[in-house]
T-cell receptor
Framework: GESVGLHLPTLSVQEGDNSIINCAYS??????FIWYKQESGKGPQFIID?????DKRQGQRVTVLLNKTVKHLSLQIAATQPGDSAVYFC??????????????FGKGTKLSVKP | ETGVTQSPTHLIKTRGQQVTLRCSSQ?????VSWYQQALGQGPQFIFQ???????GRGNFPPRFSGLQFPNYSSELNVNALELDDSALYLC???????????FGNGTRLTVT
């Protein structure tokens, strides 16, 4: 069946180091993926997205890599800061009539940044 | 530009009661989606509305229903509340097809 999951439930990194959060998906037909950050008491916040016709996309301090061969997605955060501490979700998009709506989320990875 | 706002922020209900949660979409967004997030889990899709009509539905029973109004605000109604309905309910809106969903901070529902 379709699923989006994460390899590690928790990740602890030192401030200033780079962080890598991984995600596996099972639906080879998926063509759009999104990473969200969720801080305690808040809703998910969009970080970066990538379409299946791309292998890599960069934002401010973040990079998403997509490996369609092994159905794997990763989020890299450069120079991790205490403010990056949160739960990170990857989500796989399912289209409804051309309008984005049904996101299938993984369980999330909790990132903790040590000062 | 205002973001997605939800009300109330917290709510306590008794099993068997009915509840209505409200959402105001981000300005100009014509698509709204509702998600349920249990503690320690990722959000799960409930349904989506586009131009006041349900445009897609996840694996939730009919006692979960919704409305979208001409001003793109939305409601989530849950009848005959069960203990397992306790969760964070998230509303999200988007501007265009293929654009990211923008989430509100949710309503924390506790059913006792």
């Amino acid at each position: 069946g379709e699923s989006v999951g994460l390899h590690l439930p928790t990740l602890s990194v030192q401030e200033g180091d780079n962080s890598i959060i991984n995600c596996a998906y099972s639906n080879s037909a998926s063509d759009y993926f999104i990473w969200y950050k969720q801080e305690s008491g808040k809703g998910p916040q969009f970080i970066i997205d990538i379409r299946s016709n791309m292998d890599k996309r960069q934002g401010q301090r973040v990079t998403v890599l997509l490996n369609k061969t092994v159905k794997h997605l990763s989020l890299q955060i450069a120079a991790t800061q205490p403010g990056d501490s949160a739960v990170y979700f990857c989500a796989e998009n399912r289209w409804y009539g051309g309008s984005q709506g049904n996101l299938i989320f993984g369980k999330g990875t909790k990132l903790s940044v040590k000062p | 530009e205002t973001g997605v706002t939800q009300s109330p922020t917290h709510l306590i209900k008794t099993r068997g009661q009915q509840v209505t949660l409200r959402c105001s979409s981000q300005s100009g967004h014509n698509t709204v989606s509702w998600y349920q997030q249990a503690l320690g889990q990722g959000p799960q899709f409930i349904f989506q509305y586009y131009r006041e009509e349900e445009n897609g539905r996840g694996n939730f029973p009919p006692r979960f229903s919704g409305l979208q109004f001409p001003n793109y605000s939305s409601e989530l109604n849950v009848n005959a509340l069960e203990l397992d309905d306790s969760a964070l309910y998230l509303c999200a809106s988007s501007l265009l097809a293929g654009s990211p969903l923008h989430f509100g901070n949710g309503t924390r529902l506790t059913v006792t």
